[in-house]
């Protein structure tokens, strides 16, 4: 069953509903236990998010949409002679984290016979529910800012997914595509928003299983997770996914995690520092961090809550601090797009203020790909 977080009314799997009738978020009860498998009995598993299969939505094999994703290598960086550990999960197939999340969710909609899907995107989770869509034959269409990029958009199209432009901000880029979906009543196409759809956080979740497991396995398990954050789903499925592994015995806390926003467009730092536990839509600047610029996110006081409740904080980094921290980062061999080194930003500016030291462990998590960010580097090097 669907569940609305705001009302509490229930909706059945299938009924093809992205949103509550009170316009409230959907979240998805799991009739079965949620179960992370023990270290052990993972040995064998394959190496991608369905290794965590028992604490995902239940599908049927022949629904399973996958590419492998997941199980994404963490590094370790040096700065001031503090290490820092980072995953990279832009190593998912088509660039992004959000692969996770969509293997998920185009697999459950596959399951309730969803045919044709459209999302709104300029970037990463268009290309990699084009992709997914593309590998379970469903019809796909992206809807995007008429001012976005050419290059951003070959990757979808590559896909074989179609472009819709839309005049305007990426509000009424999203408000465009739910009229598309709504105004489609054969029940076939769907409004498949990675913003939305409770099922791409259940695979985002997963995110949290690994860093548990690499961590236990390595001994390396962090006491702070570092996450950008634009609508927050990386901070929430992490916390949820840490949750469930707290509840079931196999983690003592959840990391303290500490999220962030580019200070051009922070609506949840700005909430965090009012003492607020609801964010308020804000009118944001242009920033080089294009893939967290986002003025009003759909779960906001549930990231506020995530942050509060693992004793974490929420930064702001400025234009500059990512610029220079993905250049360095780029002399280092990891090549990430800018919204990523927002991460590397703030846990220099922790190791600065010495809030992290050489005794704490903290991994951030790098997001996306350079490869999505060519025009940019193209014009600083
Ligand atoms: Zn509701």
Redesign the pocket.
């Known amino acids: 069953m669907l569940?609305?977080?705001?009302?509490?009314?229930r909706y059945p799997v299938n009924i093809g509903v992205w949103?509550?009738?009170?316009?409230?978020e959907?979240e998805y009860d799991n009739p079965h236990e949620i179960v992370v498998p023990d270290l052990n009995d993972l040995i064998p598993r394959p190496c991608s998010i369905w290794r965590y299969r028992e604490a995902l939505p239940a599908l049927e094999d022949e629904y399973i949409i996958t590419f492998n994703e997941g199980y994404t290598p963490i590094i370790t960086i040096k700065y001031h002679d503090i290490p820092i550990w980072l995953k990279l999960d832009f190593l998912c197939p088509t660039g992004s984290y959000k692969d996770r999340g969509t293997s998920v969710m185009i697999s459950c909609l596959k399951q309730t016979g969803i045919k044709s899907v459209v999302e709104d995107s300029s970037g990463n989770a268009g290309a990699s529910i084009a992709a997914y869509a593309g590998r379970a034959g469903m019809k796909c269409t992206v809807f995007v800012p008429s001012d976005t990029s050419p290059g951003k958009l070959i990757q979808i199209r590559a896909y074989g997914a179609t472009i819709e432009m839309v005049d305007g901000t990426r509000q009424d880029v999203a408000k465009a595509c739910q009229e598309a979906a709504e105004g489609n009543h054969n029940g076939e196409t769907f409004y498949a928003s990675h913003n939305w759809n409770p099922f791409f956080l259940e695979g985002i979740k997963t995110l949290a299983y690994e860093i548990w497991e690499q961590g236990v396995r390595n001994s390396i398990m962090p006491n702070w997770v570092v996450i950008p954050a634009g609508y927050g789903s990386c901070v929430l499925g992490a916390y949820r996914g840490f949750s469930d592994l707290v509840n079931q015995g196999k983690l003592h806390e959840i990391p303290r995690l500490i999220v962030v926003q580019a200070k051009n467009c922070a609506p949840v730092y700005e909430a965090y520092l009012r003492g607020g536990t609801e964010v308020l839509p804000i009118h944001g600047q242009r920033t080089i961090a294009e893939g967290i610029a986002c003025s009003n996110p759909v779960r906001g006081s549930e990231i506020l809550h995530a942050v509060r409740a693992s004793g974490g904080v929420v930064m702001a980094v400025a234009e500059k601090e990512i610029e220079c921290a993905a250049i360095e980062l780029a002399k280092d061999g990891v090549f990430v797009e800018p919204t990523s080194a927002v991460v590397v930003a703030a846990l220099k500016r922790l190791i600065d203020n010495e809030v992290i030291s050489g005794n704490d462990i903290a991994l951030g998590i790098l997001t996306g790909t350079g490869l999505k960010a060519t025009d940019y580097y193209g014009s600083r090097l």
């Open positions: 569940y609305c977080a705001r009302c509490g009314l949103r509550c009738i009170c316009q409230g959907l």
